[in-house]
């Protein structure tokens, strides 16, 4: 089992630009997540995904987009790149399990730079 | 929304010494709080969570205690090593926000001194 998988590993943006961060898991968990980490602020929910087809907001959706056709793969979606969007992005994966999302698995992470 | 905060934001402790962090939640209805564990330039891990119906919970050196009438809990490192230094982070969820997602806190930077 790879786990989650995230690509690419870093990635320099310029200003405008558009870019998707890739990301599958192989432990056909239900649940997946984009997370976003900056210094100092803990981990942040952009969108979040309870299975194929069903997607929704966190707390800092805006700038972002998400998509969920198959239970392995929830690519996110930078459109016109900014310098508040660099950031650390983790994708995560969870099994429910009937009183909430139990154990988070999470990627290596992406560290994205917009200039 | 949830609301967690964590405190302190960094712990120097000697080796050997116990390490405690504590959070405190907002919303008296949540009912599961993990605590992760990131190694610098790693991903975040699980270490222990706790649901609310238990008091405390241990896991050899590590232990989490919830405290529901006050909204806080902490987590608890005794005899402490050189590889637990990392960061920290609390988190909570809650059926009113959707138990399906966690509400992290900032996160405790934890260094072990020799």
């Known amino acids: 089992n790879a786990g989650v998988t995230q690509t690419p590993k870093f990635r320099i943006l310029k200003i405008g630009q558009s870019m998707t961060l890739q990301c599958t898991q192989d432990m056909n968990h239900n649940y997946m997540y984009w997370y976003r980490q900056d210094p100092g602020m803990g981990l942040k929910l952009i969108y979040y995904s309870v299975g194929a087809g069903i997607t929704d907001k966190g707390e800092v959706p805006n700038g972002y987009n998400v998509s969920r056709s198959t239970t392995e793969d929830f690519p996110l979606r930078l459109e016109l790149a900014a310098p508040s969007q660099t950031s650390v992005y983790f994708c995560?994966?969870?099994?429910?399990?009937?009183?909430?999302?139990?154990?988070?698995?999470f990627g290596e992470g992406s560290r994205l730079t917009v200039l | 929304g949830e609301n967690v905060e964590q405190h302190p934001s960094t712990l120097s402790v000697q080796e050997g010494d116990s390490a405690v962090i504590k959070c405190t939640y907002s919303?008296?209805?949540?009912?599961?709080f993990p605590w992760y564990k990131q190694e610098l330039g790693k991903r975040p891990q699980l270490i222990i969570d706790i649901r609310s119906n238990v008091g405390e919970k241990k896991d050899q050196r590590i232990a989490v205690t919830l405290n529901k009438t006050a909204k806080h809990f902490s987590l608890h490192i005794t005899e402490t090593q050189p590889e637990d230094s990392a960061v920290y982070f609390c988190?909570?969820?809650?059926?009113?926000?959707?138990?399906?997602?966690?509400?992290f806190g900032t996160g405790t930077r934890l260094t072990i001194i020799p």
């Open positions: 919303d008296s209805a949540s009912n599961y």
């Open positions: 988190a909570a969820s809650s059926p009113n926000f959707g138990n399906e997602k966690l509400t």
């Open positions: 995560a994966s969870s099994y429910y399990e009937g009183q909430g999302t139990g154990e988070l698995f």
